[in-house]
């Protein structure tokens, strides 16, 4: 039996294709997704192309409304860029954005969780007493704060420049401790198994044994937090873009997008942040969806048929 078989005769499988939520769910993202990485093709305009952009169509409204052009379906933002293929290309970086900082959050969650519930003592109690002391703190003034001494440190126009790469590191620096929690947690359930100690007995390396053969047995509750986490991410950079801690509004974010069209909501130009708040908001709940889903298939303690 081929890995596609297995795949199709796994209860896995199964169970998605009786939930028409996680079917739906699942579709909408990796349609979102899709055109987001597909926006240099699929966006009628390049806004990072200045000689497509006139000043002079800026804040024009929708096209089906009577101020309306018909080259922007959705209007144009304060800088006259196409609103449409602007939301395009700041979804695109969102997720790059969301994916890159859980990977990285989850590479220092899986070191500090699979390091301190195998090696345990003095090490547990240390690595864990730091992810306490970042708990208590909430995950938005962590990014806050180090969205903040890195423009102090790189100054504005530097990390304008470098924005989505600091950005991925202060997301990633606020959220690791779920993962190293999670992990830890599962690796004190693994560590006394029949395996681990038979590894122990043929000499096996602690390396060896902790990344080899008890890592891949925590995986299933990583991949279900880093499935949440994404969007989680995502929420993150928009909050930080809102407070103009994020992305510049010159390369865009839905986040950026947001903040930048807030201030021109009551002067009438409602659409500016109206979209990409919808877009956000759409992604985000596509995501939680299915990760609820892969929650609970993945826990058959909590799956309800």
Same mark, same amino acid.
């Given at each position: 039996?081929?890995?596609? %078989?297995?795949?199709?005769?796994?209860?896995?499988?199964?169970?998605?294709?009786?939930?028409?939520? =996680?079917?739906?769910?699942?579709?909408?993202? !990796?349609?979102?997704?899709?055109?987001?990485?597909? *926006?240099?093709?699929?966006?009628?305009?390049?806004?990072?192309?200045?000689?497509? !952009?006139?000043?002079?169509?800026? /804040?024009?409204?929708?096209?089906?409304?009577?101020?309306? @052009? @018909?080259?922007?379906?959705?209007?144009?933002?304060?800088?006259?860029? @196409?609103?449409?293929?602007?939301?395009?290309?700041? #979804?695109?970086?969102?997720? !790059?954005?969301?994916?890159? *900082?859980?990977?990285?959050?989850?590479?220092?969650?899986?070191?500090?969780?699979?390091?301190?519930?195998? #090696?345990?003592?003095?090490?547990?109690?240390?690595?864990?007493?730091?992810? @306490?002391?970042?708990?208590?703190?909430?995950?938005?003034?962590? $990014?806050?704060? $180090? &969205? *903040?001494?890195? %423009?102090? $440190?790189?100054?504005?126009?530097?990390?304008?420049?470098?924005?989505?790469?600091?950005?991925?590191?202060?997301?990633?620096?606020?959220?690791?401790?779920?993962?190293?929690?999670?992990?830890?947690?599962?690796?004190?359930?693994?560590?006394?198994? /029949?395996?681990?100690?038979?590894?122990?007995?043929?000499?096996?390396?602690?390396?060896?044994?902790?990344?080899?053969?008890? #890592?891949?047995?925590?995986?299933?509750?990583? #991949?279900?937090?880093?499935?949440?986490?994404?969007? %989680? $991410?995502?929420?993150?950079? =928009?909050?930080?873009?809102?407070?103009?801690?994020?992305?510049?509004?010159?390369?865009? &974010?839905?986040?950026?997008?947001?903040?930048?069209?807030? /201030?021109?909501?009551?002067?009438?130009?409602?659409?500016?942040?109206?979209?990409?708040?919808?877009?956000?908001?759409?992604?985000?709940?596509?995501?939680?969806?299915?990760?609820?889903?892969?929650?609970?298939?993945?826990?058959?303690?909590?799956?309800?048929?």
């Amino acid at each position: 039996m081929n890995t596609w %078989q297995r795949f199709n005769n796994s209860y896995f499988f199964y169970s998605f294709k009786r939930d028409p939520v =996680a079917i739906a769910s699942f579709t909408i993202f !990796i349609f979102l997704v899709g055109i987001s990485f597909l *926006a240099p093709v699929v966006a009628p305009f390049n806004p990072y192309d200045t000689s497509t !952009i006139d000043i002079m169509d800026s /804040e024009l409204p929708p096209n089906w409304m009577e101020e309306g @052009d @018909d080259r922007f379906i959705l209007g144009t933002d304060i800088q006259g860029r @196409d609103l449409l293929s602007t939301m395009l290309y700041g #979804l695109r970086t969102s997720v !790059i954005i969301g994916i890159g *900082a859980v990977l990285f959050q989850a590479f220092l969650g899986i070191i500090v969780g699979l390091t301190a519930g195998y #090696l345990g003592g003095k090490i547990d109690a240390f690595l864990m007493r730091i992810a @306490d002391i970042q708990f208590s703190i909430p995950y938005l003034i962590v $990014a806050i704060i $180090a &969205s *903040a001494v890195f %423009q102090i $440190a790189f100054g504005v126009d530097r990390f304008e420049a470098l924005a989505l790469p600091l950005l991925v590191i202060i997301i990633g620096i606020s959220e690791w401790p779920k993962y190293a929690r999670t992990v830890r947690a599962s690796v004190l359930g693994e560590r006394n198994k /029949e395996y681990v100690e038979a590894a122990r007995v043929i000499g096996l390396n602690r390396r060896l044994i902790m990344y080899r053969h008890i #890592l891949p047995n925590t995986m299933t509750p990583v #991949l279900v937090i880093s499935t949440i986490q994404v969007a %989680q $991410a995502v929420m993150s950079e =928009a909050a930080l873009s809102f407070l103009g801690l994020g992305m510049p509004i010159t390369k865009p &974010s839905l986040g950026s997008l947001i903040n930048a069209g807030f /201030e021109y909501v009551f002067s009438g130009s409602w659409w500016i942040t109206l979209f990409p708040g919808i877009l956000l908001v759409l992604f985000t709940l596509v995501i939680i969806l299915f990760g609820d889903w892969l929650r609970d298939v993945m826990n058959p303690k909590l799956y309800k048929g």
